[in-house]
């Protein structure tokens, strides 16, 4: 069974610096996708960012970009230039190409932003 | 374009009751997927349907079910209401069953069973 393992069940970061969120999995797969969605207080889940695991070129979206090492099964989420509306809970999630389930997440690491 | 939908916000039964709950997903997608997020347990798959059609299920008992209609839209029923049922449940859908297709997901109705 995969699973997807966040070690850090909180961080706390000062406005304007940069955090790293990480993410671990297990898979035996060799052809799957990895995200981070961003679920504010408000609930909604918001994709941030996407990866194929294929693709060596790590993904980059404005000032959120990813550490993606597929040997390590590692996928850390690298924000910059924290800013107050970031905090909210991050969930890394996984899904195999050809498999059947939905997204697979981890528990949460629940990012606080210091003003 | 109007995101995915969910309602009721809140839902409130009593153990042993019926519960249903629906999702619209976004115009033109044709996947859609049911999440559980309870407290301490994270966030876990529940059922997929694409085209009208179960895809899959999660690890969750026979009395979780549900259906997807014509418009695409999707119905989630929960029998014989368990205390353990409380919990956010998340809609998501997508453009296509494909696995690169990014979900997008709705607000969420929280269940509360007393």
């Known amino acids: 069974a995969q699973t997807v393992t966040q070690s850090q069940p909180e961080m706390s970061v000062q406005e304007a610096e940069t955090v790293t969120l990480s993410c671990t999995y297990d898979t035996s797969e060799s052809d799957y996708y990895l995200f981070w969605y961003k679920q504010p207080p408000s609930r909604q889940m918001i994709l941030v960012i996407r990866?194929?695991?294929?693709?060596?070129q790590n993904a980059t979206e404005n000032r959120f970009s990813v550490n993606f090492q597929k040997a390590a099964k590692s996928f850390s989420l690298k924000i910059s230039d924290s800013q107050l509306g970031d905090a909210a809970m991050y969930f890394c999630?996984?899904?195999?190409?050809?498999?059947?389930?939905?997204?697979?997440f981890g528990k949460g690491t629940h990012l606080i932003i210091q003003p | 374009e109007a995101g995915v939908t969910q309602s009721p916000t809140h839902l409130i039964k009593t153990r042993g009751q019926q519960a249903t709950l629906r999702c619209s997903p976004i115009?033109?997608?044709?996947?859609v997927y049911w999440y559980q997020q309870a407290l301490g347990l994270g966030l876990q798959f529940l059922l997929w349907y694409d085209e009208g059609e179960e895809r899959n299920r999660g690890n969750f008992p026979p009395r979780f079910s549900g259906r997807q209609f014509p418009n695409y839209s999707s119905e989630l029923n929960v029998n014989a209401l368990e205390l353990e049922d409380s919990a956010l449940y998340l809609c998501?859908?997508?453009?296509?069953?494909?696995?690169?297709?990014?979900?997008?997901f709705g607000d969420g109705t929280r269940l509360s069973i007393l």
């Open positions: 115009s033109g997608h044709t996947s």
């Open positions: 998501a859908s997508s453009r296509t069953g494909a696995h690169n297709q990014p979900q997008h």
């Open positions: 990866q194929e695991a294929y693709k060596q």
């Open positions: 999630a996984y899904r195999v190409v050809g498999g059947a389930d939905g997204l697979t």
